[in-house]
């Protein structure tokens, strides 16, 4: 863990044994030292020495994706196409697909491409790694992010329902929309259901975020099918399972929402109260988290269903059962 010592002396051996065969995997070290160190323009300019030398020793194909890395994680957005290029290349015949490196490739591409909201590419690699490698150690998040690239895909789609076009691009479209969201909630499932064999305690931080966030997002997709009742399951058992997190109260908004498109404005009024509760109770550095599951609609949908209820109260409504 000291990345200062391993620079100093990976540095030595690689400038100071140039016929030794093993100065390749001490610059490749080099170069992982300072890209772990966050000194990414240093490690990308190793990782390219690498591979521009060709060794035989195989460093250059392993610098390929840490190359990418830094590339993705300096300052500079105009290399990130250059990143892009490179693992297209090593995807489409520079490797082999049972090399390590052919599936961190994969994944880095299908990720460069959920960051940057270009779902249906991500969608297409992601799947790819998900059929090549089922019991890959990171299976689990790359499941999530093609739920996740399936569900904003979807939200993609409906962004462009709202302009004019012919009715059979309208339907296709919508085909298209209510398969993403089929999708999404059913790897949302498999993460959920696979959680109760997980030690929470052994999953990085990333991965219980991804785990809660997919207990929030699986209700939302059934909320977005219509699928009401199933909605409110799913928003009643991430409210309970994360009743200490702000994202909780997310749920219960979004349990309102669910009741008043039902129209049952009784139980809408009574999970009103309830959402009204809990958002009293919690502090506000709660909600001061930059990974809340929380989105402008459904603040929203939470005003809108407010209103309605208060129009229906003023109507004096009666109760449904």
Same mark, same amino acid.
């Given at each position: 863990?000291?990345?200062?010592?391993?620079?100093?002396?990976?540095?030595?051996?690689?400038?100071?044994?140039?016929?030794?065969?093993?100065?390749?995997?001490?610059? %490749?070290?080099?170069?992982?030292? =300072?890209?772990?160190?966050?000194?990414?323009?240093?490690?990308?300019?190793?990782?390219?020495?690498?591979?521009?030398?060709?060794?035989?020793?195989?460093?250059?194909?392993?610098?390929?994706?840490?190359?990418?890395?830094?590339?993705?994680?300096?300052?500079?957005?105009?290399?990130?196409?250059?990143?892009?290029?490179?693992?297209?290349?090593?995807?489409?015949?520079?490797?082999?697909?049972?090399?390590?490196?052919?599936?961190?490739?994969?994944?880095?591409?299908?990720?460069?491409?959920?960051?940057?909201?270009?779902?249906?590419?991500?969608?297409?690699?992601?799947?790819?790694?998900?059929?090549? %490698?089922?019991?890959?150690?990171?299976?689990?998040?790359?499941?999530?992010?093609?739920?996740?690239?399936?569900?904003?895909?979807?939200?993609?789609?409906?962004?462009?329902?709202?302009?004019?076009?012919?009715?059979?691009?309208?339907?296709?479209?919508?085909?298209?929309?209510?398969?993403?969201?089929?999708?999404?909630?059913?790897?949302?499932?498999?993460?959920?259901?696979?959680?109760?064999?997980?030690?929470?305690?052994?999953?990085?931080?990333?991965?219980?975020?991804?785990?809660?966030?997919?207990?929030?997002?699986?209700?939302?997709?059934?909320?977005?099918?219509?699928?009401?009742?199933?909605?409110?399951?799913?928003?009643?058992?991430?409210?309970?399972?994360?009743?200490?997190?702000?994202?909780?109260?997310?749920?219960?908004?979004?349990?309102?929402?669910?009741?008043?498109?039902?129209?049952?404005?009784?139980?809408?009024?009574?999970?009103?109260?309830?959402?009204?509760?809990?958002?009293?109770?919690?502090?506000?550095?709660? %909600?001061?988290?930059?990974?809340?599951?929380?989105?402008?609609?459904?603040?929203?949908?939470?005003?809108?269903?407010?209103?309605?209820?208060?129009?229906?109260?003023?109507?004096?409504?009666?109760?449904? =059962?």
């Amino acid at each position: 863990g000291d990345l200062d010592m391993a620079i100093t002396t990976f540095a030595e051996y690689a400038s100071g044994r140039p016929n030794d065969s093993r100065r390749f995997a001490a610059r %490749f070290n080099l170069a992982q030292a =300072h890209q772990a160190r966050g000194d990414f323009v240093i490690a990308a300019d190793l990782y390219r020495t690498l591979i521009n030398d060709d060794p035989s020793s195989g460093e250059r194909f392993r610098s390929i994706v840490p190359l990418v890395q830094c590339l993705l994680a300096d300052q500079d957005p105009l290399n990130d196409a250059d990143a892009e290029r490179m693992l297209i290349s090593m995807l489409s015949g520079g490797m082999s697909p049972e090399a390590p490196d052919f599936r961190l490739a994969l994944n880095e591409l299908g990720a460069l491409y959920y960051r940057g909201a270009r779902y249906p590419q991500a969608i297409e690699r992601l799947t790819e790694s998900l059929e090549r %490698f089922p019991g890959a150690n990171d299976a689990s998040m790359i499941r999530y992010m093609l739920a996740d690239a399936m569900r904003l895909s979807a939200a993609q789609i409906g962004g462009s329902l709202v302009q004019a076009m012919p009715q059979a691009q309208r339907q296709e479209l919508l085909t298209l929309q209510e398969q993403r969201l089929g999708q999404a909630l059913a790897l949302y499932q498999e993460i959920c259901e696979s959680s109760v064999e997980r030690d929470l305690r052994r999953m990085s931080e990333l991965d219980r975020i991804a785990l809660r966030n997919a207990y929030f997002y699986r209700a939302d997709c059934a909320f977005d099918l219509g699928q009401f009742e199933q909605a409110i399951d799913y928003y009643d058992a991430a409210a309970n399972r994360y009743s200490d997190d702000a994202a909780s109260l997310v749920a219960m908004i979004q349990i309102v929402n669910a009741y008043t498109k039902m129209g049952q404005w009784a139980e809408a009024q009574t999970a009103n109260e309830r959402a009204r509760q809990r958002f009293r109770e919690l502090p506000a550095s709660a %909600f001061e988290r930059a990974d809340l599951p929380l989105e402008r609609r459904h603040w929203e949908r939470w005003l809108d269903s407010a209103t309605e209820l208060a129009q229906q109260s003023d109507q004096g409504a009666e109760p449904s =059962h």
